[in-house]
């Protein structure tokens, strides 16, 4: 995914977000990296172009793009703290070696799980969205 800082301006535009330099640098760590950062990944990556920002800014800037929904947390079997760009239906894959984390696509699954939600339901509960967990090891 190729954003521009106008691309990215505007997407804070669009989310009532004041356009600011960390919040910038926040965005384009989250689109360059692209590997579900840690918090300490991102300010490490900021810092390298921004040396003066502070880590509790980073940390508060997180926050603040988690919620008006532009990255979503994420948390690996290891218990830490990742954050994922990709707002669309997608699942993870796991790593139980590593903390690693990789997007997983497949439409044909998405379709088999929402159909099988669809038939059967779970009573009492409004299902709003589905995102499966699928542990292993890379090769």
């Known amino acids: 995914m190729n954003l521009t800082v ?3 301006r505007e997407l804070l535009s669009r989310h009532q977000l ?11 760590a989250m689109y360059v ?7 300490e990944r991102i300010l490490e990556w900021v810092r390298e172009r921004h040396p003066g920002v502070a880590s ?11 919620e008006k929904g532009l990255i ?6 290891g ?12 699942h993870h894959l796991y790593c139980l070696d590593s903390d690693r984390i990789e997007d997983y696509f497949d439409p044909e699954l998405d379709e088999m799980i929402n159909n099988y939600f669809t038939k059967k339901g779970i009573p009492g509960f409004d299902i709003t969205g ?3 967990e699928i542990k292993g090891k890379f090769k």
């Open 6 to 8: 106008q691309d990215i």
């Open 18 to 28: 004041k356009v600011t330099p960390q919040r910038l640098a926040v965005l384009e």
């Open 33 to 39: 990296l692209h590997d579900h950062p840690t918090a």
């Open 56 to 66: 509790g800014t980073i940390y508060n800037t997180l926050e603040s793009l988690v």
């Open 72 to 77: 979503v947390r994420v948390r690996t079997e």
């Open 79 to 90: 218990g830490s703290m990742r954050y994922d760009i990709i707002l669309n239906q997608h």
């Open 130 to 132: 589905i995102k499966l």
